[in-house]
């Protein structure tokens, strides 16, 4: 590989010796890593439900926390998915935008990422609108992480790879189910010090634990097919 490398002249001839392969594995383990994420974070706030002095300790750690993890997660995802685009660009030249058109759903995610760039121009307070809130942090900055995950899964092409993730992701959102169904109907103290809001779980709002519940849905269906 190495001795291929030195012969190559240009950016293009590098990218095509270097293959897609090294960044299928470097998406698998971001999609990978944000599957499982929940996991930590469940460990996370039953440790600091044990361990806080108070209330706001308990909640001050807990969110900071998450804030750092999922921004240096989301940092990761742009280097990935920035990195395979131009891999992809200086192999392809010009036919690139022919490759897009085969697949025409990738002006899906170019719109939405325009759009998102417009509103945040147009934002009274463009920080805000780059950042987000305290609570959820939805601004600009997120709309990027989105992309980039789905530039990386999109990259996952092996089979082996897309089964692993599907079965990864299958568990972690049982664990999750499981969560909201015993803190919500059994009475046990540490789990509802951990998870005060039943529902939502780990992720702060009801409506995003259940888009990863209902996503885990999905794909036990599609491994149940499968398997059949």
Request: with cysteine; hydrophobic share 55%.
């Amino acid at each position: 590989m190495l001795k291929k490398l030195k012969e190559c002249k240009t950016l293009k001839e590098i990218f095509a010796c270097i293959g897609t392969k090294p960044f299928e594995v470097a998406a698998l383990l971001v999609i990978v890593a944000w599957c499982v994420l929940p996991v930590y974070f469940i460990v996370e706030r039953l440790f600091w439900s044990v361990n806080a002095v108070n209330d706001f300790q308990h909640s001050f750690a807990i969110s900071e926390g998450h804030l750092w993890i999922v921004n240096t997660m989301g940092s990761v995802s742009v280097y990935v998915a920035v990195f395979y685009l131009i891999s992809r660009v200086a192999v392809y030249g010009k036919d690139v935008f022919k490759k897009i058109k085969e697949e025409p759903w990738h002006f899906l995610l170019l719109a939405m990422l325009l759009w998102a760039c417009l509103a945040t121009v147009q934002a009274e307070n463009i920080e805000l609108a780059y950042y987000g809130d305290n609570y959820l942090a939805e601004g600009l900055r997120n709309y990027f992480y989105y992309a980039a995950i789905y530039i990386c899964a999109f990259g996952i092409v092996t089979p082996k790879y897309k089964w692993r993730v599907l079965n990864i992701f299958n568990v972690i959102a049982m664990i999750i189910s499981l969560i909201v169904i015993v803190v919500d109907f059994v009475d046990i103290p540490i789990l509802e010090k951990s998870f005060p809001a039943a529902r939502a779980a780990v992720f702060y709002h009801f409506n995003h634990a259940g888009y990863y519940i209902n996503l885990g849905i999905v794909c036990a269906m599609g491994l149940y097919m499968h398997t059949k």
